[in-house]
């Protein structure tokens, strides 16, 4: 029997204080426990080690190392670890322990998955792991594993449902999650090294795969949401479907595939040369000599399951034990909104004035839709996070940012649409021939609107006080195309000619008269 993976208990403070802007949830004592987690994931096929930095709701990436061991090759053969990967595995077990101690960590949380559970030699690797390293790995089953995958995927998406499809290198998880929480999970033995130990070729693995995965489906019932592949498998079909539709944004996470474009890419792999294509998609040789009995697995997924659309999710096992970690309150606050405000506190130079920038100009937006909103929100956190980059490179810093940032809970055309607001707010251009290919992935509509949003942005930013009350305020009149700006009188010094040309600037991206008031005292 597996060993069981301990959790600490999580407290029930019930989900209250979820305003945008109400206490940022990275400073209470609870959260701040969670500042810097380390854990390590002993894979069949790597072992990754991943430290994570702030509590925010999508903490930072401060360390991820991964040594390819291949722990579970051969093992169909000899049903022991394969002897080389055991000794590189426990030489970076080795490593991770002394880095753990350079960084002040207290302990490293440490899971093994397919290989380590099913080898004979499996408990004797991890005690030899423990006495030499002090390092405890808790061998968790094909469930326990499923689950902690999708609450990996609910760190990223919560709310989220579908199925979610976890593929390492000895085994592949199957896990239902539906409002936030993790349903019926069911574990097989489809991983790719052990499908490269089946006699027989093609034909074999492929009656095999197909065998399984009916029985897989008739216990996990009909699933017909969004798949969520997680795996590094299935990051590098989706890095060749990237070169293969010529996409301009290479971010895996939230990266969108249909069957069809899945089918595509499969065949583009069996036709082209892997060793070509593996370097021009930047996988690793020893992932890429994996990737063919991935392309037969998740061909037979689709065909079962036929989702209605395809997802990949960078996050997985190692950031479903830190989900496992965070108090409920912390769950249920957006990632994108909480990764934006811990932004504003460590790098803006007035924290605190995303609120009243959002505030300020929330009149133009009456009857925006709330996913609209959430971007708008985030916009105004991120908009002054990048003022120590040079003047004339600030724009593009702004841009990349928002479109590379390792930040949950964003569509790639949400991406594009903060960034492309972020760069208007800090040029009056608000173009860049070097983003032509990632700008043209959004229309027209969205491109106005960003741009809309950041020349509100660019204009609030001048009225710098420390009250909304006293930023003034506007009033927008989209029927009759005008744009009312009220200030105060002791707001008059702060609307200087650069002030008044960037309201002027606003009004005519809106297309309005504009129409300054100025109170009588």
Known sequence: MADPITTPPVPETGVADLGLFGKPLFQDP???????????????????????????????????????????????DTGHLSPEGRLRALSAMRRFAKLAEGMGLSELTAVATAAVRDATDGRDFCTEVEAETGIKIWVIDGEEEARLSAQGVLLGWPGAFGLVCDIGGSSMELAEISGGRVGNRVTSNLGPLKLRDIKGGAKARNAHIKEIIAALAEKMGSQRDRMFLVGGSWRAIARIDMIRRGYPLHVLHEYRMTRASVRDTIKFISNSDMEELRVRAGVSSTRAALVPFACEVLSRLIKTFRPKDIAISSYGIREGMLYEQMPQRLRDRDPLIEACRFAEAKDARSPGFGKMLYNFILPLYKSAPAPRLRLIKAACLLHDVSWRAHPDYRAEVCFDNATRANLGGLKHAERIFVGLALMNRYSSKGENARFDDLINMVDAKTRSEAEILGKAMRFGAMLWMDKVSELGELRWFPKKKELHLHLGREMIPLFGEVAEARFNSLAKALDAQANVKIAKR
């Open 30 to 76: 609870g959260a701040r426990a969670l500042r810097r987690v380390g854990v390590v994931d002993v894979g069949s096929n790597s072992v990754r080690m991943v430290v994570f930095d702030g509590a925010a709701r999508s903490p930072a990436y401060f360390y991820n190392e991964k040594i390819m061991c291949a722990l579970g090759a051969g093992m169909a």
